[in-house]
């Protein structure tokens, strides 16, 4: 990303795709925002212009469970994140952000979209952020069980079993 993953990136990705298609590149923007990141009023614009120029660009929002130290269900009413998509028009998909494999393949999918001129993607990757929000932060508002349920879903060791199961090391 050439800045921060606030809000503002997704306006300035959404740049970068019309320049592409411009300068006649089929080229696609890819970038990230966090849960917290979504809900800024750059964010909104950005996607509205994407969606309405039908530009080349695939929006992971990495919901990784709170905004800071507010828990994503009472910064947004909406189950998931990936439904922001429909207020936009455009096509959405929601992953485990804790399997590689399957990171993997959703982007890919969604790159292949915006190639073909479908226009953006949204896609919301599920995971845990496993610190705090920042270096200050011990991060002591997250409950311990759920700290424990996403620390057995690792996505290392997971890509790790992955690699060994299929032979891939």
Not at 30 to 36: P, V
Not at 63 to 84: E, I
Request: glycine share 8%; proline share 5%.
């Amino acid at each position: 990303s050439p800045i921060s993953m606030l809000g503002d990136l997704i306006p300035v990705m959404t740049g970068v795709a019309m320049a592409g298609r411009y300068l006649g590149q089929n080229i696609v923007a890819l970038t990230w925002i966090g849960d917290g990141g979504s809900s800024t009023g750059a964010f909104h614009e950005g996607m509205g212009l994407a969606a309405s120029q039908r530009a080349s660009l695939v929006c992971v929002i990495e919901n990784n469970q709170w905004a800071y130290s507010t828990p994503v269900s009472r910064q947004v009413p909406a189950r998931d994140l990936a439904d922001r998509a429909k207020a936009y028009g455009v096509a959405s998909s929601i992953v485990d952000g804790n399997d590689v494999v399957a990171v993997y393949q959703t982007t890919k999918e969604a790159v292949e979209r915006c190639r073909a001129g479908q226009g953006p993607v949204i896609i919301e990757a599920k995971t845990h952020r496993m610190r705090g929000h920042a270096q200050h932060d011990p991060a002591e508002y997250v409950p311990k069980e759920m700290m424990e349920y996403w620390k057995a879903r690792d996505p290392i060791t997971r890509c790790e079993n992955y690699l060994t199961a299929n032979k891939l090391w």
